[in-house]
C-alpha cells in the first residue's frame, strides 16, 4: 500500500513538472514567434525529447537591415554554472575592435569575461562612468563614438543591471540572464535591438 502510494506520488509529481514545463516552453515560443513575424527573422524550434520533460529553447536568426542578426540561447551555464542567458548578437563590419560594457559593482564585475588587458575606458562623463564598466583595445575610437546620445541609453540598459554588451570577432552581443517569457522581456530585447544598431553605425563611422 505504501509502495502503491509513493508510485502514484511521484507520478503526480512527474505529470506537474512536465505540465509546467510545456506551458513554461509554450511561452517563450509565442515571444521567438513575435520576434520572426516582427522582424522577419527565421524562427528555429526544435522538437521536445524524452517524451517533453527535454524542450531545447527556440531561436531566431536572419537578416535585419542589411546585418546579420541571432538571438539564442547558449547551450551551457554563464562561466561553468548554471545560469542560462539569453544572447543577441548583430553583425558589426569591424572585426579588429575588441570592448565590453558592463554595469559597475560586484555583478558587473561578475559578468565581465574575457577583458584580457583591456584598459578601462572613460568618457569624462561622471555618471556615465559611475555606472558603467568599458574596457576595450581602441579608447581613440570609442572617444569619438559613445556621444551624450549613446551614453544616456547605454547607462539606463546597464545600470539597471539587466545585461552586458560585448564587441568583437564582427559581432555585437548583448547577453542576459533569464529566458524571453513574457513581453516586457521581448519589448526589452527589441529595444536593445536598436541601441546596438545605433552603437554599430556609430562606430563603422568613426
Sequence with gaps: MIAAF???????????????LRNSSQKIHHQYQQFSEKLELELNAPSPGMGGF?????????????????????????QNTRQIETV?????????????????????????????????????????????????????????TIGADLRKP???????GKGSIYIGGGVIAYAELGLIANDMVRERF?????????????????
Design 6 to 20: 509513493f508510485i502514484v506520488l511521484i507520478g503526480g509529481i512527474a505529470v506537474l513538472y512536465w505540465i509546467i
Design 54 to 78: 527535454i524542450r531545447p529553447e527556440p531561436s531566431v536568426y536572419g537578416d535585419y537591415q542589411g546585418r546579420e542578426l541571432s538571438i539564442s540561447v547558449p547551450g551551457k551555464g554563464l
Design 88 to 144: 543577441l548578437k548583430l553583425e558589426l563590419n569591424d572585426k579588429a575592435l575588441a570592448a565590453q560594457l558592463t554595469g559597475t559593482g560586484l555583478l558587473g564585475g561578475f559578468r565581465q569575461r574575457d577583458s584580457g588587458r583591456m584598459a578601462r575606458w572613460k568618457s569624462g562623463d561622471e555618471a556615465f562612468d559611475a555606472a558603467v564598466d568599458v574596457r576595450t583595445n581602441r579608447a581613440d575610437l570609442f572617444t569619438h
Design 154 to 160: 547605454l547607462m539606463d540598459l546597464l545600470k539597471a
Design 190 to 206: 527589441e529595444s536593445v535591438l536598436i541601441l546596438l544598431l545605433s552603437l554599430a553605425q556609430a562606430i563603422e563611422a568613426s
